[in-house]
Nanobody
Framework: QVQLVESGGGLVQAGGSLRLSCAASGRTVGAYAMGWFRQPPGQEREFVAAISWSGSSTYYEDSVKGRFTISRDNAKNTVALQMNSLKPEDTAVYYC????????????????????WGQGTQVTVSS
């Protein structure tokens, strides 16, 4: 079992930055690809970004490319999402997820294939 706990959410003005962190426990996530998803108010959960088990490959949803950066530290069992140039449409609950796979790229997009999920952290971007 893997437990994931997100932190770092909050209220920020448009154009600002936030850094989300996801701490894993129970088992090392070094063999897991990690993803960030979000669920805007009244909408379905959607893919944001993912990183391969080694950290050598990343994949982003088009609307966050160039603004968000996903990274991981396998020694610390953590994953981060640096979010810059935030927009009101980025407002959502953000979730960290783990998928035991060596896949990279678009294969990391589907939420249903992830094995473990955190409880989420709220990000609110005011205009």
């Amino acid at each position: 079992q893997v437990q994931l706990v997100e932190s770092g959410g909050g209220l920020v003005q448009a154009g600002g930055s936030l850094r989300l962190s996801c701490a894993a426990s129970g088992r090392t996530v070094g063999a897991y690809a990690m993803g960030w998803f979000r669920q805007p108010p009244g909408q379905e959960r959607e893919f944001v970004a993912a990183i391969s088990w080694s950290g050598s490959s990343t994949y982003y949803e088009d609307s966050v490319k160039g603004r968000f950066t996903i990274s991981r530290d396998n020694a610390k069992n953590t994953v981060a999402l640096q979010m810059n140039s935030l927009k009101p449409e980025d407002t959502a609950v953000y979730y960290c997820a783990a998928k035991r796979t060596v896949q990279t790229g678009p294969a990391l997009g589907p939420a249903l294939q992830y094995n473990y999920w955190g409880q989420g952290t709220q990000v609110t971007v005011s205009s």
